[in-house]
């Protein structure tokens, strides 16, 4: 067994003094040792008088630590006052006795060093009852066997901290773990040096097993900071790591500070064994604002990727739900049904359904009026489908629903089937908005049955006329035609503003929403208002610019989907090691995106209608039309006709004279110029240009190029 370096000098030097004790009063009995021997024991008698007048605890530890100058100076006084060594050698054997007795109680290692004797490099012993010695630093106080053995083996671990253990309490069932109730062993002084190391250094366990906490003071007990409550739990914390509860893997994994959602608490975990879906609801407390989640780093805590589309949260207040997916849901197909698209008595209806298994609606009216629409996707994100989800719940509402198209495409074909009036181009768009400008001023002064005039309610009864959607696909296609485009745009937003007021509902659907695209911020703005808006399939690059254009905030912009969501296919090192190519990449995302009824988006799969079979049965049997004195008015107007024809005479502007023929200075355009005639806007609009090619365009207008 290894000892102190303090403890073996020592005893070197008391076996060295003793022939020097014995010899030095014999031979030379006038000697300067004689001398400075009894100096040191008068000193030894002096520190013996003060530790027995000193009112502090430890006066035996100091009597002890003079004893080897005083018994020196015995020792020295007795072989002076003997004949030679004195009878039978008695001053070889004093000496001798008083080595012996400084080797074996070393008052200066053993009790000068109480603060900071070195714990040996010794496994840490079981805290079971056994026998022990009584601690020197602190009497016995009547303390349970448990907290005097655990006293005893602190004092023999050099009292990390400078502390005392005041009590000791074993953990039920767990044979090495405690708590301890330290307090510093000076009274009136702050514990300052106890860290975790320490302690662990103690017992011998993990940084990470030991817990210091601050002691409340409480009846009959001191608190403040000359105490400190310390848990030592190495068996706890093994079986945490190994078996942990749900509430210790959620805090240790999820809700510690830096973890995916910190601060939170784990409440309940609920399993949905028919739509193989794990639900995992919690909470943060009120004080911490806000929960704050990393999806990505929530993904690796559940052991999945996000890309994968298994993981969706949904936060309402304080309250977590975090959904996990056996499979993605967003790569199942939710076939339309006539019962799904069917509004309900607020106008809603199911679009598709969100990633946490919420149906997902949409609505036909809002409490402002008729609702708008607004489609945006890419070519081949699943912008028909969605269109003709929305169409059909407008006819099964018995609105009237018209439908243009800046080209033809063989989905919109099959809806154009069960719409009043369906058409292609740029020029069949035009005369659809002016007749819709027409009738928002002949909708405003039709009687009610009440005899007034009022503007639409769903909930108003005697209304003299339908609810009228009108739907306009690749919008921006057509809105940056040279001959109409301008005054298509004008158009569509003074419907925008207005129509709500008057049952007419402006659908506009294409591949961008950005004002640099040529989409004014106003027409974006009113949509954006008046409708639901969805977004599908946006390419990660766009995602920040397009919500941004939507108006959602910068801390609810989501981040993109994945390419697909079916899960890579395994085993790519063995087919790169035997040179074979990868799997085709599985494209299961058109219909999948987002749904924004508020400021946050939802990640939705939309409804699938499947084309490929006739589609009559998600419409209802008799396609709605206008009242027969709306057409009348339009026809009155000369914009009610077969708006697939040539432009006629006059219709877009002055017809060109013999001089434009000539070459003349008149530098209208052909086609464009002039007021239409259903009241529609002039067509050289100059704050609508918002692009380079649009500014391109005014000035080959203005130039009669």
């Not at 072989?79 to 006795?97: E, Q």
């Not at 914009?639 to 697939?644: K, N, Q």
Request: hydrophobic share 40%; aromatic share 8%; net charge negative.
């Amino acid at each position: 067994m290894s000892v102190p370096r303090s403890v073996a000098l020592e005893r070197t030097l008391y076996t060295l003094a003793a022939p020097v004790l014995a010899a030095a009063p014999n031979l030379a009995p006038d000697s300067p040792v004689n001398t400075v021997v009894q100096l040191a024991g008068a000193a030894g008698v002096g520190g013996w008088i003060l530790a027995a007048k000193s009112d502090e605890s430890g006066t035996g530890r100091k009597i002890l630590r003079w004893s080897p100058l005083v018994f020196a100076a015995a020792v020295d006084v007795a072989a002076r006052h003997t004949p030679g060594f004195g009878p039978y050698c008695l001053d070889v054997w004093l000496a001798a006795g008083w080595a012996a007795a400084g080797l074996l109680v070393m008052p200066f290692s053993r009790h000068a060093r109480r603060r900071h004797r070195p714990a040996l490099a010794t496994p840490a012993p079981q805290l079971q009852p056994a026998a022990f010695e009584a601690s020197v630093a602190q009497p016995d106080d009547g303390a349970d066997p448990f907290t005097r053995q655990v006293r005893w083996l602190w004092e023999n671990r050099g009292m990390p901290g400078r502390t005392i253990v005041a009590v000791a309490t074993a953990h039920e069932g767990m044979p090495n773990d405690l708590t301890l109730i330290l307090r510093a062993s000076e009274p009136g002084r702050p514990i300052s040096g106890l860290t975790q190391e320490v302690v662990a250094a103690a017992f011998g366990v993990d940084v990470t097993d030991v817990v210091i906490k601050d002691v409340v003071r409480t009846y009959g007990r001191e608190g403040g900071p000359s105490w400190k409550e310390v848990d030592v739990t190495p068996d706890a914390n093994e079986r945490r790591r190994k078996a942990p509860t749900a509430h210790e893997w959620w805090a240790d994994r999820i809700g510690a500070d830096g973890g995916p959602v910190p601060g939170s608490r784990f409440v309940r975990e609920v399993r949905d064994h028919a739509r193989r879906v794990t639900h995992y609801i919690a909470q943060v407390p009120d004080e911490l604002g806000a929960p704050r989640v990393s999806q990505h780093a929530l993904a690796a805590a559940l052991k999945t990727k996000y890309d994968e589309g298994r993981l969706f949260v949904t936060v309402d207040g304080g309250q977590v739900l975090v959904s996990l997916w056996d499979s993605s849901p967003l790569a199942q197909v939710f076939p339309a049904t006539r019962e799904l698209l069917t509004p309900d008595k607020d106008g809603r209806w199911v679009t598709g359904y969100l990633g946490n298994g919420q149906p997902a609606r949409n609505r036909v009216y809002t409490d402002r009026g008729a609702a708008h629409g607004l489609f945006v996707a890419p070519s081949g994100g699943g912008k028909t489908q969605l269109m003709a989800l929305h169409v059909a719940a407008d006819a099964l509402y018995g609105a009237v629903v018209m439908l243009a198209t800046e080209a033809p495409d063989a989905k919109t074909a099959a809806l154009g089937r069960h719409t009043a009036r369906y058409g292609v181009g740029a020029l069949y768009m035009i005369r659809l908005l002016r007749a819709l400008y027409a009738l928002m001023e002949i909708r405003g002064e039709m009687v009610w049955e009440d005899g007034e005039v009022h503007e639409w309610d769903p909930a108003r009864p005697g209304c003299p006329y339908r609810m009228l959607s009108a739907y306009l696909d690749e919008f921006l296609s057509a809105a940056r035609n040279g001959d109409y485009g301008a005054e298509i745009m004008d158009l569509a937003e003074l419907v925008s503003v207005k129509g709500r007021k008057y049952a007419v509902g402006l659908k506009v659907a294409g591949q961008s929403v950005y004002v640099q695209d040529g989409f004014t911020q106003l027409l974006c703005e009113n949509l954006r208002e008046n409708c639901i808006p969805v977004v599908l399939k946006v390419a990660p690059k766009k995602i920040t610019d397009m919500f941004k254009a939507l108006g959602i905030p910068p801390e609810n912009i989501p981040d993109p989907l994945p390419r697909s969501f079916s899960p890579e296919e395994a085993g790519r090192i063995e087919r790169v090691m035997r040179g074979e190519p990868e799997p085709p990449a599985n494209s299961n995302t058109g219909g999948a995106g987002w749904i924004i009824e508020g400021n946050q988006p939802e990640v939705l799969r939309t409804l699938y209608m499947d084309f490929k079979v006739p589609i009559d049965g998600y419409f209802p049997d008799t396609v709605a039309t206008l009242t027969g004195h709306e057409i009348r008015e339009l026809e009155a107007r000369d914009l009610w006709f077969d708006w697939t024809e040539p432009p006629r005479p006059g219709e877009f502007g002055p017809e060109p004279t013999d001089d434009d023929e000539d070459g003349g200075w008149d530098d209208e355009p052909k086609k464009r110029g002039g007021k239409p005639r259903g009241g529609g806007q002039s067509a050289t609009r100059r704050d609508t240009v918002t692009s380079t090619r649009q500014a391109l365009e005014a000035i080959k207008n203005l130039s009669g190029v």
